[in-house]
């Protein structure tokens, strides 16, 4: 921090000093008018403006790993991105969740497993570097993570300037162990310390939904903030935690949970209802093509979550649909909306930056059911003829007025853009 603010300083007392020199009262005041304007703004023009302008797309290790995270796991992971078409498709982080760290040595700087990561971090982010992908490393607000590895409070600059050094380019910044911390304050004095670091980094605000992060997320400079608590790899699950406390939850659980905060995303800051279970072996073939295109929807970040090394192509093919993707990375960044909903039938629309709306057919019900969307539902009147273009099936529909109906599988989805 010391380097950073020592040199903006030196910046303004040299305008300063020329406006002064200059003795001409019209340059004066250009000069003091700029002066002040710059540092007005120097909030939007920080390194930190215009990340994720999209929701950010990658790996993280934590759904399918735990805490059994390597340097070999990494760089393997990094491969199998480029290899199987995802790189291609839009993922570009590489995220190491909890575990990586062990201790902090006599300096306070913090030490990660020398057995997991013989090379060290910043070999390993290089790596991921040099394979044309970012690196996302994880830490804590508290004094530990949540798996009981050394947390950031008391070292927030200190640990900036090494994920700095590092070449970290993503920060999921986790919330166990904080006590009586203040949630908002927590987040944005990380964010002031990575920004003080000089590097664009990423934030992820892994607050749970606690303190309602969606209220001031954004204006602490969170690029992303968990809605809720952790999403398990089911359908529909409540599962408490080893201690009692309440608890992960399966996909429906967490989509409920979204209704409503739709408002607060938008390009450089998103709702994130947890990384993706996509392929981890708890749910369905169909059930994770609902999760994924509930997901794309909602314009959450798309964090894959499994074994990228082994996917089956039926995976391969749902994490990789370029346009269920192009939903979820749309530039406008409207976060879509549940615009109706009938027992265990919904329909999800978001609107494109073209002006035509993806929608997504929600059947939660255990039986087939057919379900109507309404041009009215989605903001069209009802005489507009617009084109129906399947996302799943690659194939156009046809042109429709007033409403498409299509027969949904049970737990399954239909997504669909309609374009007029
Ligand atoms: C919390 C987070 C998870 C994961 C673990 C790691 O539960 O919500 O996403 O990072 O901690 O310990």
Redesign the pocket.
């Known amino acids: 921090m010391a380097v950073l603010h020592g040199t903006s300083r030196r910046i303004h007392n040299t305008r300063f000093g020329q406006a002064i020199k200059m003795k001409q009262p019209i340059w004066t005041l250009v000069v003091l008018v700029s002066f002040l304007t710059g540092t007005m703004f120097a909030q939007k023009d920080s390194v930190s403006a215009g990340l994720a302008l999209t929701p950010p797309m990658g790996f993280n290790t934590?759904n399918r790993f735990g805490c059994n995270v390597s340097d070999e796991l990494v760089r393997t992971m990094a491969d199998a991105m480029v290899k199987s078409g995802m790189k291609d498709a839009g993922y570009q982080y590489i995220v190491i969740?909890?575990c990586w760290q062990v201790s902090r040595n006599a300096n306070g700087n913090i030490v990660a497993d020398p057995q997991r990561f013989p090379s060290g971090i910043k070999a390993l982010a290089d790596y991921v570097h040099s394979q044309g992908l970012k690196f996302g490393i994880?830490s804590d607000a508290g004094s530990k993570?949540?798996?009981g590895r050394p947390g950031g409070r008391g070292h927030e600059f200190q640990d900036g300037l090494q994920y700095a050094v590092w070449g970290v380019d993503y920060l999921?910044y986790?919330w166990?162990n904080t006590t009586t911390q203040d949630a908002q304050a927590s987040y944005a004095l990380i964010r002031e310390a990575l920004d003080a670091s000089g590097r664009p980094i990423v934030l992820s605000i892994?607050e749970?939904g606690t303190a309602k992060p969606w209220l001031w997320g954004k204006g602490v400079g969170g690029n992303l903030w968990?809605t809720t608590g952790?999403v398990t790899d089911k359908w529909e699950a409540q599962v408490k935690w080893p201690d009692g406390s309440c608890c992960a939850f399966g996909v429906l659980g967490i989509l409920d949970a979204q209704v409503g905060l739709e408002s607060y995303a938008g390009p450089g800051h998103w709702n994130d209802p947890d990384m993706l279970e996509v392929g981890n072996g708890g749910m369905s073939t169909t059930e994770y093509r609902s999760h994924f295109s509930l997901w794309a929807i909602l314009a959450a970040p798309l964090i894959a979550g499994n074994d990228l090394r082994n996917m089956t192509p039926e995976i391969h093919d749902i994490l990789t649909n370029k346009e269920v993707i192009a939903v979820d990375q749309d530039p406008l960044g409207r976060e879509g909306r549940r615009v109706w909903k009938d027992r265990d039938l919904e329909i999800w629309a978001k609107q494109l930056q073209d002006g035509s709306r993806a929608a997504v057919l929600l059947n939660r019900g255990s039986s087939e059911q057919k379900i109507p969307l309404k041009w009215e539902q989605i903001g069209y009147p009802g005489h507009l003829s617009a084109t129906v273009r399947d996302l799943w099936a690659h194939k156009d529909l046809g042109t429709c007025t007033v409403e498409f109906s299509a027969v949904v599988a049970p737990h399954g989805v239909v997504m669909v853009t309609v374009r007029p």
Request: aromatic letters at 22%; hydrophobic letters at 20%.
């Open positions: 934590w969740d909890d994880y993570t949540c798996a999921k986790d166990c892994c749970w968990r952790d």
